[in-house]
């Protein structure tokens, strides 16, 4: 670490140094005292945040949660989140807090569910997290209406309603009832362009503009204007 401010003395450099530099560390574990991220590697993981047992006997579960490399996909259920235990208290709707996510496993989706209960047969939310990626998202106290009601609020994952500048490159998947307009010229290639149905394409005009080398349609493929 470096001093703050070069008259900064031993005592005024901790100081300094711990409110600007401080970081967050995690033990990561299971059953042990101490631990801070959950470690999970079952198929299915059940987390009830409402236990004071959540990952082992009278240990609660922080609210972060990470696995590493195993052989198959996983799924983790959040259990009654809305009723997670601060520390031996079950927090209300006066209270929110953020939980975190981290998928280590190198080939294999960490799937998250956001439960009522244990049987989680029907989910509130649920996130499909993919293999070396991380993510938060946050819990709501209270199981009343208008209150948390278990979900987990995710960051968002729709852009319905919005305009995207620049969608960049895009290698493969698939856009459905998307518009795309294209005011600068150059832009707006497609080196293959399938549709399932049918596709309309309102306007190709150049080589520079709307190019499509392939275009196929397994239903009408209409062009407006070429």
Do not use: W
């Not at 620049?166 to 795309?180: P, R, W």
């Amino acid at each position: 670490l470096e001093a703050i401010g070069s008259d900064a003395g031993p005592i005024e450099h901790r100081r300094l140094t711990e409110a600007h530099r401080k970081l967050t560390v995690y033990k990561v574990g299971t059953s042990s005292s101490g631990v801070g991220c959950y470690q999970i590697s079952g198929a299915t993981t059940e987390a009830d945040m409402s236990s004071p047992d959540c990952r082992h006997t009278g240990q609660t579960c922080s609210g972060c949660f990470i696995t590493t490399d195993t052989a198959s996909d996983k799924v983790l259920e959040v259990i009654k989140c809305s009723s997670a235990l601060y520390g031996t208290v079950a927090i209300d709707s006066t209270y929110a807090f953020e939980l975190q996510f981290i998928n280590a496993d190198d080939d294999h989706q960490l799937t998250i569910k956001a439960c009522p209960d244990a049987l989680c047969s029907s989910p509130s939310d649920t996130f499909v997290l993919p293999p070396g990626e991380a993510t938060v998202a946050y819990c709501y106290g209270g199981t009343g209406v208008g209150e948390g009601q278990n979900r987990l609020f995710f960051p968002t994952t729709t852009f319905a309603g919005r305009t995207i500048p620049d969608m960049g490159t895009i290698e493969s998947g698939t856009l459905n009832g998307v518009t795309i307009g294209n005011s600068n010229p150059g832009s707006g290639t497609f080196s293959t362009l399938s549709s399932s149905g049918a596709a309309t394409l309102a306007s190709v005009t150049s080589a520079g503009e709307g190019k499509f080398d392939t275009l196929s349609s397994s239903n009408a493929a209409t062009l407006a204007s070429v």
